[in-house]
């Protein structure tokens, strides 16, 4: 893969030199050290909120935590995330997945409700995000040339690819319930899809908020006003108040708690070193020496949002797809998603107007957003010349891509690894192996 030389973003501070971007948004990507006049980067930082709303909201509610909370504290720790890295890693980070099956069982949460054991999860996440920062603090000081020996592009490509193919069952269930959900997701599928091909220059870029809004317009005349389906209900917007703090909740550390939850920082580590070489293949910026600093920041905002009561974070597959699909790489349209979800965080009516999307909607955009996040797993192989003629080649990619789209998961003592984390070691332990053979 032949990466850019450019020397305002490779200027040796801590941030780039920034420059307003001045080319054809209809056929020019917009650089991670560029920026775009306000009204437009306003609107592309919506969609990224968009984009990561419904996972955000859905992995604290799978856990008993408060989803309002996880919204302000994925806000606040993506504005962390951008001043740590120095403006230099485009991501959004929001409520990992990645936890929810060890806080499931240290609580032996029920699946309704309130989480009443959320304070001793809290603890083991704590301590998670600290594991994950001092391995930040290591690579910061040896290089990624470690990681990069056991993460090439033939894993990390099958990394990025599983996260998509791993999501996908998940979604596709969520809107086959009915056959209204079906249609109305494969409706909002379309119309995004026509945004992308059919519109140009900003509008383009606006894909998904545009997509979603008239697919949203589309669901309340076919439900609200032509009675199919279940209809929207717009109560909940006006019994919230305009503005009102979260519950803040405090952690408490246990050593089986500890031990269950912290190992899941390995798998986070795996899963942001895929998203960050999926950047670096669609930036062609050289992200690779600032990967310590987003280690470092994933973890510090990871022990940061814990400490009040949220959930762990990582940088979100999702809006690497709407960058995919934009080519808007601009790190401050990252802060303006960070601070749009910090209002939505703080303010339960504005939280109640977004959660009225109806679920099949976001199923549909969701669709849209996996797809591509698989399609980047194979672009990094493309990217990276990948020889499929080699057996070991092919047997990494395709043990790796049947593991984690299958959702084989392996326990080791009482910690599930789940499909990614195992098809991730999977992919790490044939790399080493063959490796071995070929020395």
């Given at each position: 893969?032949?990466?850019?030389?450019?020397?305002?973003?490779?200027?040796?501070?801590?941030?780039?030199?920034?420059?307003?971007?001045?080319?054809?948004?209809?056929?020019?990507?917009?650089?991670?050290?560029?920026?775009?006049?306000?009204?437009?980067?306003?609107?592309?930082?919506?969609?990224?909120?968009?984009?990561?709303?419904?996972?955000?909201?859905?992995?604290?509610?799978?856990?008993?935590?408060?989803?309002?909370?996880?919204?302000?504290?994925?806000?606040?720790?993506?504005?962390?995330?951008?001043?740590?890295?120095?403006?230099?890693?485009?991501?959004?980070?929001?409520?990992?997945?990645?936890?929810?099956?060890?806080?499931?069982?240290?609580?032996?949460?029920?699946?309704?409700?309130?989480?009443?054991?959320?304070?001793?999860?809290?603890?083991?996440?704590?301590?998670?995000?600290?594991?994950?920062?001092?391995?930040?603090?290591?690579?910061?000081?040896?290089?990624?040339?470690?990681?990069?020996?056991?993460?090439?592009?033939?894993?990390?490509?099958?990394?990025?690819?599983?996260?998509?193919?791993?999501?996908?069952?998940?979604?596709?269930?969520?809107?086959?319930?009915?056959?209204?959900?079906?249609?109305?997701?494969?409706?909002?599928?379309?119309?995004?899809?026509?945004?992308?091909?059919?519109?140009?220059?900003?509008?383009?870029?606006?894909?998904?908020?545009?997509?979603?809004?008239?697919?949203?317009?589309?669901?309340?005349?076919?439900?609200?006003?032509?009675?199919?389906?279940?209809?929207?209900?717009?109560?909940?917007?006006?019994?919230?108040?305009?503005?009102?703090l979260p519950t803040?909740?405090?952690?408490?550390?246990?050593?089986?708690?500890?031990?269950?939850?912290?190992?899941?920082?390995?798998?986070?580590?795996?899963e942001n070193l895929?998203?960050?070489?999926?950047?670096?293949?669609?930036?062609?910026?050289?992200?690779?020496?600032?990967?310590?600093?987003?280690?470092?920041?994933?973890?510090?905002?990871?022990?940061?949002?814990?400490?009040?009561?949220?959930?762990?974070?990582?940088?979100?597959?999702?809006?690497?797809?709407?960058?995919?699909?934009?080519?808007?790489?601009?790190?401050?349209?990252?802060?303006?998603?960070?601070?749009?979800?910090?209002?939505?965080?703080?303010?339960?009516?504005?939280?109640?107007?977004?959660?009225?999307?109806?679920?099949?909607?976001?199923?549909?955009?969701?669709?849209?957003?996996?797809?591509?996040?698989?399609?980047?797993?194979?672009?990094?192989?493309?990217?990276?010349?990948?020889?499929?003629s080699k057996n070991?080649?092919?047997?990494?990619?395709?043990?790796?891509?049947?593991?984690?789209?299958?959702?084989?998961?392996?326990?080791?003592?009482?910690?599930?690894?789940?499909?990614?984390?195992?098809?991730?070691?999977?992919?790490?332990?044939?790399?080493?192996?063959?490796?071995?053979?070929?020395?």
């Amino acid at each position: 893969m032949q990466l850019i030389d450019n020397p305002d973003f490779d200027n040796g501070r801590w941030f780039p030199t920034w420059r307003a971007y001045k080319g054809n948004l209809d056929v020019d990507a917009v650089g991670i050290n560029e920026y775009l006049p306000p009204s437009k980067s306003v609107l592309l930082g919506i969609q990224h909120t968009f984009a990561m709303f419904g996972a955000t909201v859905l992995a604290p509610l799978l856990m008993g935590f408060d989803a309002n909370l996880a919204i302000l504290m994925s806000g606040i720790c993506t504005v962390m995330f951008f001043i740590i890295t120095g403006g230099r890693m485009p991501s959004y980070l929001g409520s990992s997945f990645a936890f929810i099956g060890p806080v499931i069982a240290v609580t032996a949460y029920a699946g309704m409700g309130f989480n009443s054991g959320l304070d001793v999860a809290l603890g083991g996440i704590m301590v998670c995000g600290i594991i994950y920062s001092l391995v930040g603090l290591l690579v910061m000081k040896t290089g990624t040339g470690w990681i990069e020996q056991l993460m090439p592009p033939i894993v990390t490509g099958a990394i990025v690819m599983i996260i998509g193919l791993n999501l996908a069952p998940v979604t596709i269930q969520g809107v086959s319930s009915n056959q209204f959900d079906a249609w109305m997701a494969t409706l909002t599928v379309l119309l995004i899809s026509a945004v992308a091909v059919f519109t140009s220059g900003m509008l383009r870029r606006l894909l998904l908020l545009v997509g979603l809004i008239l697919s949203y317009i589309a669901y309340f005349v076919m439900t609200n006003i032509l009675g199919f389906g279940t209809p929207i209900d717009f109560s909940s917007i006006q019994s919230a108040a305009w503005f009102g703090l979260p519950t803040i909740y405090t952690p408490r550390f246990e050593l089986s708690a500890i031990i269950l939850i912290a190992p899941v920082a390995f798998i986070l580590i795996a899963e942001n070193l895929g998203h960050f070489k999926a950047v670096e293949g669609m930036t062609k910026a050289r992200v690779t020496p600032y990967m310590g600093r987003a280690f470092l920041a994933d973890g510090l905002a990871t022990t940061f949002s814990a400490g009040f009561g949220g959930t762990g974070v990582t940088t979100y597959a999702e809006n690497i797809g709407v960058m995919a699909v934009t080519k808007v790489y601009s790190t401050t349209i990252f802060v303006i998603a960070g601070l749009v979800a910090i209002l939505l965080g703080l303010s339960p009516k504005f939280g109640a107007v977004i959660q009225t999307i109806p679920p099949a909607l976001l199923g549909g955009a969701s669709i849209v957003v996996f797809g591509l996040i698989t399609i980047a797993g194979a672009k990094i192989w493309i990217d990276n010349h990948i020889d499929f003629s080699k057996n070991s080649n092919l047997i990494i990619a395709a043990v790796t891509v049947i593991m984690g789209a299958g959702n084989f998961g392996l326990k080791l003592g009482e910690f599930d690894l789940g499909g990614i984390g195992t098809a991730t070691l999977a992919a790490i332990v044939l790399n080493a192996l063959f490796n071995l053979k070929k020395s």
